[in-house]
């Protein structure tokens, strides 16, 4: 159904998608389709809990003879340390017939920009009385009911195992390898916590320093979702001193929702002392290495980045670097290779015999 009507999200959507499903700043959404495009309408930030701003929100964004699709926050989390959400396609039953059809066969094509995952229940309604809180409980069936139950106790018995993993994984990355190997210094307590944080979503951004005295890998400063913004990331780029910078950046591109963990090793130039250099460059693989290692941190890289003009971070050039575009122009505009067999191809480099 997708595909009948070949209706996507712009950009100004798939932009809040990307924010409102990390922040936890957005309760519910309006979407609907204009100039075949599914659109951003009105949004309301949350108050009380889900059920106190269903009762707040929803009636009032409801427009008669008039779909839309509403996407609303639950309070509850998944098991990617995203929000989970309702979908709700209100298409009341004096509404044209063409919008109704178009409405219903665009749902998926919302769901999946959206991402699925996040949606754990969709709803579909005709009337005042069937988007009511109390309806929309109603519905829930007995044993769905005890499914979630059941799904709960199983949540809280992994996040027990994911405990003890994690604490399995700080002892080994602390006490019995607390150097890493091709790692000369070694990693604070406070950034082995900060990288599981990372890793569990919980934050966004981390900036690591090489104390040179005391020759350990130091947490500098680390950032939540709602702190963290990577437009900014250029005034976060010391023009003093080298740093890595890691950061997780979720985003949409060409309809599927996706979480990217970047690495930046920034370097000033000039400015920086050549001892201070050498050390960070020396070090940059190995830590590199052991952040991604599954028996260690176990967090996956995207990009590895070096940065010397702080004001090439922007957020198109992210978008670039973790999506290039492929050179349709190059085979195009490419030299001809000269006749073969009458001469090798050019050195750029003399060999120490030509010396």
Not at 15 to 34: N, Y
Not at 200 to 224: P, R
Not at 286 to 292: M, S
Request: net charge negative.
């Amino acid at each position: 159904m997708s595909h009948q009507t070949g209706i996507q999200a712009n950009d100004e959507l798939l932009q809040f998608i990307s924010r409102c499903k990390i922040d936890g700043e957005t309760r519910v959404f309006k979407v609907s389709i204009l100039e075949e495009q599914l659109t951003l309408g009105e949004h309301r930030s949350p108050v009380g809990n889900w059920q106190q701003d269903y009762k707040r929100y929803v009636g009032e964004m409801l427009v008669g003879k008039q779909p839309c699709y509403l996407l609303f926050r639950l309070d509850t989390i998944n098991s990617s340390n995203l929000y989970e959400w309702l979908l709700i396609c209100w298409s009341p039953e004096d509404s044209p017939v063409r919008q109704k059809m178009l409405y219903a066969s665009t749902k998926a094509t919302l769901k999946t920009t959206f991402g699925s995952a996040s949606i754990v229940s969709d709803y579909f309604a005709t009337n005042k009385e069937e988007m009511s809180l109390d309806h929309i409980k109603n519905e829930k069936k007995n044993d769905e009911q005890i499914e979630t139950n059941n799904v709960e106790l199983l949540t809280a018995k992994e996040q027990d195992l994911k405990s003890v993993k994690r604490s399995e994984a700080l002892s080994s990355s602390i006490h019995s390898t607390r150097t890493l190997p091709g790692l000369q210094f070694p990693l604070t307590d406070e950034l082995v916590d900060a990288l599981f944080e990372l890793k569990d979503g919980l934050i966004s951004y981390i900036c690591l320093a090489i104390d040179l005295d005391k020759e350990e890998i130091t947490l500098e400063t680390k950032e939540n979702h709602k702190e963290f913004e990577i437009s900014d990331m250029p005034k976060k780029i010391s023009n003093k001193n080298a740093r890595y910078h890691i950061l997780l950046y979720p985003h949409t591109h060409e309809g599927v929702f996706t979480k990217s963990v970047i690495f930046i090793y920034s370097v000033p130039g000039e400015s920086c002392s050549v001892k201070e250099r050498m050390l960070y460059s020396s070090c940059k693989n190995a830590l590199v290495t052991a952040i991604q290692d599954e028996s260690k941190f176990g967090i996956e890289i995207s990009r590895r980045l070096e940065c010397d003009d702080p004001n090439e971070l922007t957020i198109e050039f992210f978008l670039n670097e973790l999506h290039p575009k492929e050179n349709t122009a190059k085979s195009k505009f490419e030299k001809p290779k000269g006749p073969m067999g009458k001469r090798g191809a050019r050195r750029l480099i003399k060999t120490n015999d030509e010396s």
